[in-house]
């Protein structure tokens, strides 16, 4: 089954084209970040905009790449939740056209779910159940799989996403946007007991995470050298900042996975090539003898390949979309 699958959730305008959920046949993106990087943060309407001026030549890029023609379209997948409304909106409008007019079957995607599947695509021999910690611009969750399209939330950040926070940090370090990665290339080297930084533990809800009080302590550390004419050490200050993130974010992952004993672990979104978290990770698992996915780094951010991935998935369980299909800011993984 050959799926058209579009992606539109912030700013990468994306189309593949994915053969029974595991292969991909052709995998298009185009970004906007190189002007969303003047306002230090995306823009909505820039966004939106950005979608609208290429997402149909993007879908015939993929079918020339793929040499295939639209008739070879089986089903039409679309990211309808969560994300930047305007932007949702433009890939979900699109797919449903689409859909409509080659009279084949829509598949809505939550944006997480296909997130994780991006591991079934580096990873054929992965099935659920598995534990998946989901960590993005957008999204911090530690996710029980347990099944293609039957998920349950046991963590999630009450506060800010972990990326939010490391582009946050990078921003007022003056490493650009988006920060990720070039903060996590500052801390090569560098010293992660330098500098003293909050971790967290909610009594009531201890898989949950916050990133506020980080965030609130590194800018507190950042202004009262900045008042004293003081220069922070970059490498030690990323470093420790890093080693903080993957503190809130690791043990609770393999909390999670040792209370459900699936001794398999996945980690997936763009956060998820940060290298102090990765290598964290694999540390741990390997230490309770667990198995560790972790999707190549062009799969960890924003792509249609995912999308088609999952919607394979969704397919089979029934998941369809009408023509009445909206597009949703913000959508629970375990709805779908
Ligand atoms: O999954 P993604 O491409 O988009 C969302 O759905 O949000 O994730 C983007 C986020 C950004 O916050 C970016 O700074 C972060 O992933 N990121 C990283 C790294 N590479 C990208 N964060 C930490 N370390 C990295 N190496």
Known sequence: MIILAVESSCDETAVALVKDGRTVLADCIASSVEMHKIYGGVVP?????????????????ALRQAGLERKDIDAVAVTYAPGLIGAVLVGVSF?????YALGVP??????????????????????????CLCVSGGTSLIVDVK???????MGATRDDAAGECFDKIARVLGLGYPGGGPLDRAAQGGDDQRFTLPRVH???APLDMSFSGLKTA?????????????TLPLSDLSASFSGAVSDELVPRTIAAAREKGYGKVAVVGGVAANSRIRRD?????????????LPPLKLCGDNGAMIGSQAYYEYLAGTRGGTDLNAYANRDISQG
């Not at 797919?95 to 859909?99: F, T």
């Open 202 to 204: 909610i009594p009531d």
């Open 106 to 131: 829509l598949i809505p995607v939550h944006h997480v779910r296909g997130h994780i599947a991006a591991n079934y695509l580096a990873y054929p021999e992965l099935e659920p159940p598995f534990l």
């Open 147 to 153: 099944g293609y399209t039957e998920m349950e939330i």
């Open 95 to 99: 797919a449903k056209s689409v859909a």
């Open 218 to 230: 590194m800018l507190n550390l950042i202004h009262k050298a900045e008042q004293k004419g003081e």
């Open 45 to 61: 309407e820039i966004a939106s905009r950005k979608h609208i001026e290429v997402i149909s030549s993007l879908a015939d890029e």
């Open 281 to 293: 990770l694999e540390t741990a698992c390997e230490k309770e003898g667990w198995s560790l996915y």
